[in-house]
T-cell receptor, first 112, second 118 residues
Framework: KNEVEQSPQNLTAQEGEFITINCSYS?????LHWLQQHPGGGIVSLFM???GKKKHGRLIATINIQEKHSSLHITASHPRDSAVYIC??????????????FGKGTKLSVKP | NAGVTQTPKFRVLKTGQSMTLLCAQD?????MYWYRQDPGMGLRLIHY???????AKGEVPDGYNVSRLKKQNFLLGLESAAPSQTSVYFC?????????????????FGSGTRLTVV
């Protein structure tokens, strides 16, 4: 079972393009994270969302709780944005606080 | 720099050998986690801790043990390594902050340990 689905799996874009990565989940959640992982590198938290929209620089993240869907947008993409973007959710259940369920990631490659 | 430090960064083990991965955080976070990352799969939780002296099993705990004797350290042990444990291991720590309106989760990840078992 895949509780967190990301699309697309792979994405190639030209520098300057507007990019959208999607995340859908199948259960109730209390929060959703977008994470970034550069090749061979560690994982960095970009956003935590429980409703609405957040913006940081050229990155915008939105979430629709009713539709169980979130999107990560990158405006004016640049080769340094090339990375794997991972969606992760906190589920609404009686399990331990703080545990995340991860999507498989979207590999983004931005060509100059 | 504040954050999560993992050691070692790389390791090659022979089947049956044992080793310990160390995770240290200096942010006074209560929660700590060990994940493994395998090709084509999302990160999977091995074990976690909700505070000093506590540990609990995650999704894939078999073949691993953990200890959290000090709040800032979370150790992951492999008693008898197997090729199936070849993976990249990530440690993370987090805080949970609650207000009347919402709950905030702040995660910090380590840079990973690439383990190969031959």
């Amino acid at each position: 079972k895949n509780e967190v689905e990301q699309s697309p799996q792979n994405l190639t874009a030209q520098e300057g393009e507007f990019i959208t990565i999607n995340c859908s989940y199948s259960v109730g959640i209390s929060a959703l994270h977008w994470l970034q992982q550069h090749p061979g590198g560690g994982i960095v938290s970009l956003f935590m969302l429980s409703s609405g929209k957040k913006k940081h620089g050229r990155l915008i993240a939105t979430i629709n709780i009713q539709e169980k869907h979130s999107s990560l947008h990158i405006t004016a993409s640049h080769p340094r944005d090339s990375a794997v973007y991972i969606c992760a959710v906190h589920m609404n259940y009686g399990g331990s606080q703080g545990n995340l369920i991860f999507g498989k990631g979207t590999k983004l490659s931005v060509k100059p | 720099n504040a954050g999560v430090t993992q050691t070692p960064k790389f390791r090659v083990l022979k089947t049956g050998q044992s080793m310990t991965l160390l995770c240290a955080q200096d942010m006074n976070h209560e929660y700590m986690y060990w994940y493994r990352q395998d090709p084509g799969m999302g990160l999977r939780l091995i074990h976690y801790s909700v505070g000093e002296g506590t540990t609990a099993k995650g999704e894939v705990p078999d073949g691993y043990n953990v200890s959290r004797l000090k709040k800032q350290n979370f150790l992951l042990g492999l008693e008898s390594a197997a090729p199936s444990q070849t993976s990249v291991y990530f440690c993370a720590s987090s805080y949970i902050g609650r207000t009347e309106e919402m709950t905030n989760y702040g995660y910090t990840f380590g840079s990973g340990t690439r383990l190969t078992v031959v």
